[in-house]
Structures are given as C-alpha cells and as structure tokens.
C-alpha cells in the first residue's frame, strides 16, 4: 500500500493546493495531507480551523485524510508509516527551497522519499499569501480558493477588523 504525505501550512488552502491534492490522490492509495502546527508563523487560522476546512473542500476524495502534526516532518512521515512526501512547485523560485528542504529530509531519513508535482499553470502564481491579502482589501476571491474558504476568510477578517482599512 502506498501512503504519502502531502504537508504544508494550508493557512488557508487554495486552489493550488486543491489541484496537487487531487492529482497526487490519483497516484498513492492513501495521502494524508500533513497540517503544520507552528505557532511561531503566526497563521490566520489555528490549525484546527484549517483541519476543518481541507476536510470540508477534499471531503469528495476518498482516500485523503487530513491530520494535523508538529515538530519534524520525517518523524510525523514515519508515525503515520509513509514513504513518502508530496511537495508542489510552481516556479523556480520555489526550487532552491525544496531541494533544501527535501535533501534535509533525506538526510534525516533516508527511507523517506519526496516527490515533486509541478502545479497547473493556472495555479503557478497563487499562494496562501496573496489570497490573505487580497481578502484584506475586500477582493473577489472566487478564482483563487472554494466558496467555503472565502467564506472562513472573510468571516475571519472581519472578526479581526482588517478589512475596508
Ligand atoms: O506550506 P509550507 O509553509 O510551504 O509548508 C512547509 C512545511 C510544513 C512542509 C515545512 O515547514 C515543514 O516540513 N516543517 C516541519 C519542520 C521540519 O521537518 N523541518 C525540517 C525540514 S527543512
């Protein structure tokens, strides 16, 4: 049985992390989509908010579970006995940072393997980042996440009073 990781911050998802998810869930048996819990990032959702939502916008795929983790990704990879990390890179600028972060990974554990998927090129310039700052000033989000993560954006925003500034 193959079972893969695919972690990351979610803080929130997008369609580009829809898009590898969807894919990636095609190749494996399993894909647990690993949920980072670091307090030092200081993310807009706690990390059972974005638990929350990636089971909301993945619950149509069967074999993806959502599992939130701290500390070091290859130790959570071996406790939830897979071989495998999943990573999407959208550009060159995202190379030098996961061939850091996956040789790392490797060294740390040699049985753990990554695999990189290249995200659609609809999704090459989104991120997490730019969603959050576009739903700051109050902009359409329907292009970059689901109907439900607009709606926990701006549910959020608004309680956080960041928005029309
Ligand atoms: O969505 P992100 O923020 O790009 O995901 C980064 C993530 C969660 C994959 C990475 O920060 C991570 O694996 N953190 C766990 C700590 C760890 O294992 N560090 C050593 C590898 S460099």
């Known amino acids: 049985m193959l079972k893969a990781i695919y972690p990351g911050s979610f803080d929130p998802v997008t369609y580009g992390h829809l898009d590898i998810i969807?894919?990636?869930?095609?190749?494996v048996d399993e894909l647990i989509v690993g949920v980072l819990c670091n307090k030092a990032k200081m993310p807009l959702f706690s990390v059972e908010e974005r638990v929350r939502i990636l089971e909301e916008v993945t619950k149509d795929l069967d074999n993806v579970r959502i599992v939130p983790f701290h500390g070091l990704l290859v130790e959570f990879a071996a406790k939830m006995g897979a071989g495998l990390i999943i990573r999407g890179l959208r550009a060159i600028t995202d190379f030098e940072y996961e061939l850091q972060m996956s040789q790392t990974?490797?060294?740390?554990?040699?049985?753990?393997e990554t695999m990189f998927l290249t995200t659609g090129i609809e999704y090459s310039y989104l991120s997490s980042t730019t969603v959050k700052e576009i739903?700051?000033?109050?902009?359409?989000l329907s292009q970059f996440v689901p109907e439900a993560v607009a709606v926990e954006l701006m549910k959020k925003i608004n309680t956080?009073?960041?928005?029309?500034?």
């Open 160 to 165: 956080k009073g960041e928005c029309n500034k």
């Open 22 to 27: 969807r894919r990636s869930s095609k190749l």
């Open 105 to 112: 990974n490797h060294k740390l554990e040699p049985n753990v």
């Open 135 to 140: 739903a700051a000033f109050g902009g359409d």
